[in-house]
């Protein structure tokens, strides 16, 4: 199995920017498709962003179209997020996520992933 480490949060401005990764070990990145996560207190852990396995398909929640990139160097077995534009409303913990399925359906889903990180607090100061 494969074990994920989330690094890169912090506190920020409204309209800066962030970048998170995600660490895996235990297993090559490669043999997954990623998607990032989060959850603000009270509420339920939300879809942001999911990439598959070659990183040639790549999908984002709404709310963070425009502003978040999702990419991987597999190579490093690394995940990144790349956020941009942010907004006191991003703030929350986020959580990386691997599936081992063969095909990406379903991305949205917290049931879809298999393994989990720990999450890292980003937190958006207005």
């Known amino acids: 199995q494969v074990q994920l480490v989330e690094s890169g949060g912090g506190l920020v401005q409204a309209g800066g920017s962030l970048r998170l990764s995600c660490a895996a070990s235990?297993?090559?990145?490669?043999?997954?498709?990623m998607g990032w996560f989060r959850q603000a207190p009270g509420k339920e852990r939300d879809f942001v962003a999911a990439?598959?396995?070659?990183?040639?398909?790549?999908f984002y929640a709404d709310s963070v179209k425009g502003r978040f990139t999702i990419s991987r160097d597999n190579a490093k077995n690394t995940l990144y997020l790349q956020m941009n534009s942010l907004k006191p409303e991003d703030t929350a913990v986020y959580y990386c996520?691997?599936?081992?399925?063969?095909?990406?359906?379903?991305?949205?889903?917290?049931?879809?992933?298999?393994?989990w990180g720990q999450g890292t607090q980003v937190t958006v100061s207005s």
């Open positions: 996520a691997a599936d081992q399925a063969r095909i990406l359906v379903s991305y949205t889903r917290t049931a879809t992933y298999d393994y």
């Open positions: 990439i598959s396995r070659s990183g040639g398909s790549t």
């Open positions: 235990g297993r090559t990145l490669s043999n997954y498709h």
